[in-house]
């Protein structure tokens, strides 16, 4: 009896104690899994790193077909309306300082693409990073007439590298003993706000397709009824309306629901792939039935980070098992840095999809500015534009001929008039830039032309889009200038 008594206690300790014990051991389960969903391979953020740097190459070496006309003051937006249009902050930018002449601006387009070969292979990683984050947002501050949201997507990449490891492997700067071993996964602030800044994009553009058109199942046949826009398999496509329905419910579906499959917590490296998978079959769709630049490369590098470890067993790639996990007091404060950022971008975002109240204060704002942080992803949201524009140069020339040819049709140039198309008012400055471009293109015809062009005229042709067809083009006259005697730069 006094056996029993006395072992009675213990037993009732020992169950309270396990009781106590299972809510600390639920909690760090869930801990456990919450670090395992946010964790990135370093071989995927190596992977990462190598798609930023030709990323970056790319976009340097497109641009610079276009640098004297869209980035210097010979062209269609001279600094001092840049100034005018955005105010002091583009003080900020290289870019805006090389304009005054084009071997300036050439040789900072040089500089550009050889921090990004630094990147690719991982030389001096930190400030290769650091160098393409800051020249990428610079190109953009000189140029907003041909800026679009898929640049804001390479920019914010870069920025959220800055606070990763990612010279880790497959880099020269491990080659040479410059970084310290890890482990293969890794989690940081960085890796949080990396993750969720690709989701944002998709979540953020999705919320705000509230037009009739995507719920209708008109927003793609729309999207590719737009002429400046749609590839030649584009304009076969839109030929097939049965299938564009479907197509259109399942890229706002993707978009809305798609980055959620990334963060199953069970069979999370298959669920993973599947999402990449997907995610890259809409951006290749999309480059194959859309002229939309470099946003597609971008799009498809920002999923290279979710690529988990099973991906480099299958490969081949062995993984490192002899390094010791370690945090300094500065990864520590990065990593604080890096989750107030990406809380700020979740409240910016929510503010400009109406989804939040405006609670940013004035100071917040402006750093984030400074930052490049600020976006808005309104990709055919709330709907694709009804209309069309083609753009048409007519030069009357010292014969007394007249020419007709279409307007440069390359990326840039076709973003630079959709900005600056026939909707803007006359005393806008966008409208005083396609002045200058028409003198632009006086000059750009008068070099060695045994005649000589007296009379520069930009039409634009506009064009309503209906589900039967589209309407007879309305065309006007967006400017008329009469080119100077003597052309000169």
């Known amino acids: ?269 298959v669920f993973r792939l599947v999402t990449i998978g997907l995610f890259w079959a809409l951006h290749l769709g999309l480059a194959m039935t859309m002229n939309i630049g470099l946003f597609p490369l971008f799009s498809m590098v920002a999923w290279l980070p979710f690529l988990p470890a099973e991906a480099w067993t299958w490969f081949g790639v062995r993984a490192t098992t002899d390094a010791i996990e370690g945090h300094s007091w500065r990864s520590h404060m990065a990593s604080a840095i890096a989750l107030i950022l990406i809380a700020y971008v979740a409240v910016l975002v929510g503010e400009r999809a109406s989804l939040l109240p405006r609670v940013l204060p004035a100071g917040a704002q402006a750093v984030g500015t400074a930052l490049r942080l600020n976006q808005t992803w309104v990709m055919f949201a709330p709907n694709p534009p009804d209309i069309t524009v083609s753009y048409e140069v007519r030069r009357s020339l010292s014969d007394g001929t007249a020419v007709y040819e279409p307007a440069p049709t390359s990326f840039r140039w076709t973003v630079y008039l959709w900005r600056a198309g026939p909707e803007r008012s006359p005393e806008s400055p966008v409208a005083r830039s396609v002045g200058l471009f028409a003198r632009y293109l006086c000059i750009d015809s008068s070099r060695g032309a045994g005649t000589r062009t007296k009379r520069v005229e930009i039409l634009a042709h506009q064009t309503s889009i209906r589900p039967d067809g589209p309407e007879d083009p309305v065309t006007r006259t967006l400017v008329d200038v009469r080119c100077p005697a003597r052309m000169t730069f």
Not at 52 to 75: H, I, K, P
Not at 148 to 170: E, K
Request: glycine letters at 8%.
């Open 1 to 269: 009896m006094v056996a029993c008594l006395t072992r009675a206690p213990r037993s009732s300790a020992s169950s309270n104690s396990s009781t106590r014990r299972r809510p600390f051991e639920l909690r760090t389960a869930l801990w456990g899994k919450l670090r395992d969903l946010f964790a990135v391979d370093l071989r995927s953020l190596a992977l990462l790193r190598i798609g930023l740097g030709v990323s970056v190459f790319a976009d340097t070496v497109m641009r610079a077909f276009d640098l004297v006309g869209l980035y210097t003051d010979r062209g269609v937006l001279p600094r001092e309306l840049l100034l005018a249009m955005d105010g002091r902050g583009v003080y900020l930018a290289a870019h805006y300082w090389a304009s005054v002449h084009p071997a300036w601006q050439g040789a900072l387009f040089a500089f550009t693409a050889g921090s990004a070969i630094a990147l690719l292979v991982g030389w001096r990683t930190r400030l290769a990073t650091l160098l393409c984050w800051y020249l990428v947002a610079s190109v953009q501050v000189r140029q907003p007439l041909s800026y679009v949201g898929g640049d804001s997507i390479l920019r914010l990449l870069l920025f959220w590298g800055l606070f990763l490891p990612l010279s880790a492997r497959f880099s020269m700067d491990a080659a040479q003993g410059r970084v310290r071993r890890r482990p293969d996964s890794f989690v940081s602030g960085g890796t949080v706000a990396l993750l969720l800044q690709v989701c944002v994009i998709y979540w953020a553009t999705g919320i705000q397709k509230t037009g009739e058109l995507w719920w209708n199942g008109q927003a793609i046949f729309y999207a590719l009824r737009a002429e400046e826009w749609a590839t030649p398999l584009g304009i076969w496509l839109r030929e097939h309306r049965s299938v564009l329905a479907p197509m259109t419910y399942g890229v706002l579906g993707l978009e809305l629901l798609g980055p959620f499959l990334a963060f199953v917590p069970v069979y999370t490296g």
